[in-house]
């Protein structure tokens, strides 16, 4: 019998045998009467798996720009710990994590990135320090999320408000797409970070300019357009504060461009450059 075959069969007994756990007094939910079951041995291909048994198609691109709603820093808190990862009775697939400073304030519904993705809290836990989120198709395919196992850290930066000191760049969460490590060089005490990335996403990069990887505001050094990569440098604090240092070459990390690019972009192909200069 295959793994993956196994690992579907196993699924299956779970979702059918499994007597209900006994509820957590003190656990928020937003759907209390749903109980969420988690496969325990899930292997690395488990998000593809997922992905397959739901046999659905990327979605074509589209020119629409999706509304603000939540506001990041790029500005790390703290490295959460994935605990599970299993399908829900829903059909979707469902995130937790352990973790303790985002947890201080939090509230169901609230945003937290997650390696860069703006994830919705679904249910949490303060005093087992833990917290839930709901992982679409649509988010597996697009980020880097698809690679985490159980024991992954990932950066967790809650939603700006607006009495916090705007450290960083304006992060949406919204992951415009994944990049590649092709290199890790250390230099002293620093690590130079050199990433290829798709051409669609580069011509958004500048030299000096701001971007956000797995969620950590960072300052492009250079970018290589023939190699179709760039590079930037963590220092060794940031070593010590971000997930990046504990990805080797060949991993995937999450890119959001700068969205001021973006704009710029947008208002040229409309005319509106044009239409200023003919009035």
Same mark, same amino acid.
């Given at each position: 019998? =295959?793994?993956?075959?196994?690992?579907?069969?196993?699924?299956?007994?779970?979702?059918?045998? !499994?007597?209900?756990?006994?509820?957590?007094?003190? +656990?928020? *939910?937003? *759907?209390?009467?749903?109980? $969420?079951?988690?496969?325990?041995?899930?292997?690395?291909? !488990?998000?593809? +798996?997922?992905?397959?048994?739901?046999?659905?198609?990327?979605? =074509?691109?589209?020119?629409?720009?999706?509304?603000?709603?939540?506001?990041?820093?790029?500005?790390?808190?703290?490295?959460?710990?994935?605990?599970?990862?299993?399908?829900?009775?829903?059909?979707?697939?469902?995130?937790?994590?352990?973790?303790?400073?985002?947890?201080?304030?939090?509230?169901?519904?609230? %945003?937290?990135?997650?390696?860069? *993705?703006?994830? *919705?809290?679904?249910?949490?836990?303060?005093? /087992?320090?833990?917290?839930?989120?709901?992982? !679409?198709?649509?988010?597996?395919?697009?980020? @880097?999320?698809?690679? /985490?196992?159980?024991?992954?850290?990932?950066?967790? #930066?809650?939603?700006?408000?607006?009495?916090?000191?705007?450290?960083?760049? &304006?992060?949406?969460?919204?992951?415009?797409?994944?990049? #590649?490590?092709?290199?890790?060089?250390?230099?002293?005490? !620093?690590?130079?970070?050199?990433?290829?990335?798709?051409?669609?996403?580069?011509?958004?990069?500048?030299?000096?300019?701001?971007?956000?990887?797995?969620?950590?505001? /960072?300052?492009?050094?250079?970018? &290589?357009?023939?190699?179709?990569?760039?590079?930037?440098?963590?220092?060794?604090?940031?070593?010590?504060?971000?997930?990046?240092?504990?990805?080797?070459?060949?991993?995937?990390?999450?890119?959001?461009?700068?969205? $001021?690019?973006?704009?710029?972009?947008?208002?040229? %192909? @409309?005319?509106?450059?044009?239409?200023?200069?003919?009035?």
């Amino acid at each position: 019998m =295959s793994a993956s075959s196994f690992s579907l069969t196993l699924l299956s007994k779970t979702l059918k045998h !499994s007597p209900p756990k006994t509820p957590i007094l003190n +656990l928020h *939910t937003i *759907t209390p009467k749903t109980q $969420l079951k988690f496969n325990p041995i899930f292997k690395p291909s !488990s998000l593809n +798996l997922f992905l397959t048994t739901q046999n659905l198609k990327p979605r =074509s691109k589209s020119h629409c720009y999706s509304p603000i709603r939540s506001l990041f820093t790029g500005i790390v808190e703290e490295m959460g710990e994935i605990k599970q990862l299993g399908t829900a009775e829903h059909g979707g697939f469902d995130m937790k994590i352990r973790a303790k400073t985002v947890l201080e304030d939090v509230n169901l519904g609230d %945003s937290i990135a997650i390696n860069g *993705t703006c994830l *919705t809290v679904t249910e949490f836990d303060t005093q /087992l320090s833990e917290f839930t989120v709901g992982l !679409s198709p649509e988010t597996l395919r697009k980020t @880097s999320l698809i690679e /985490l196992v159980p024991g992954s850290f990932v950066n967790l #930066e809650r939603a700006l408000k607006p009495s916090t000191r705007m450290g960083g760049h &304006f992060v949406q969460g919204h992951v415009d797409g994944t990049g #590649e490590i092709v290199a890790l060089e250390p230099e002293g005490d !620093s690590l130079w970070v050199k990433v290829r990335t798709a051409p669609e996403l580069l011509k958004y990069i500048v030299p000096k300019g701001f971007i956000a990887v797995d969620g950590t505001s /960072l300052t492009v050094v250079d970018v &290589f357009d023939e190699e179709e990569c760039f590079n930037f440098m963590l220092v060794a604090y940031t070593q010590q504060k971000v997930v990046i240092p504990l990805k080797k070459v060949g991993q995937k990390v999450n890119l959001e461009v700068d969205i $001021l690019g973006k704009y710029v972009e947008r208002l040229l %192909s @409309s005319g509106f450059v044009d239409s200023l200069k003919s009035s």
